[in-house]
């Protein structure tokens, strides 16, 4: 019922900046937290920002400061910039949505943005 399909990721080198893309779309839902996670290779998924519906934030500590998630509800699209980026920020990022469907919740993910940054 949710698809989602991501956009925005690329190459740079440390101290640049990328704005990642998430579109969501679908019918029958609702959104309850939309948000970005990261895997860097050999290592394990982890949360980078969420944004609930209300706008509250949450960022893990290593991005705080130098990224920032927002939300367009018209456009059921949200948005992660990443500014200051060093060589640690390099994975493959993915969005993620936690969607309410006939009053049970799930998980959508979108395909993946791969992230490098070079030194």
């Known amino acids: 019922q949710v698809q989602l399909v991501e956009s925005g990721g690329g190459l740079v080198q440390a101290g640049g900046s990328l704005r990642l893309s998430c579109a969501a779309s679908g019918s029958g839902f609702s959104i309850d937290a939309m948000g970005w996670y990261r895997q860097a290779p050999g290592k394990q998924r982890e949360l980078v920002a969420i944004i609930g519906s209300g706008g509250s934030t949450n960022y893990i500590d290593s991005v705080k400061g130098r990224f920032s998630i927002s939300r367009d509800g018209a456009k059921n699209t949200v948005y992660l910039q990443m500014n200051s980026l060093n060589p640690e920020d390099t994975a493959v990022y993915y969005c993620?949505?936690?969607?309410?469907?006939?009053?049970?919740?799930?998980?959508?993910w979108g395909q993946g943005t791969q992230v490098t940054v070079s030194s």
């Open positions: 993620n949505t936690k969607a309410t469907i006939r009053g049970r919740r799930y998980d959508y």
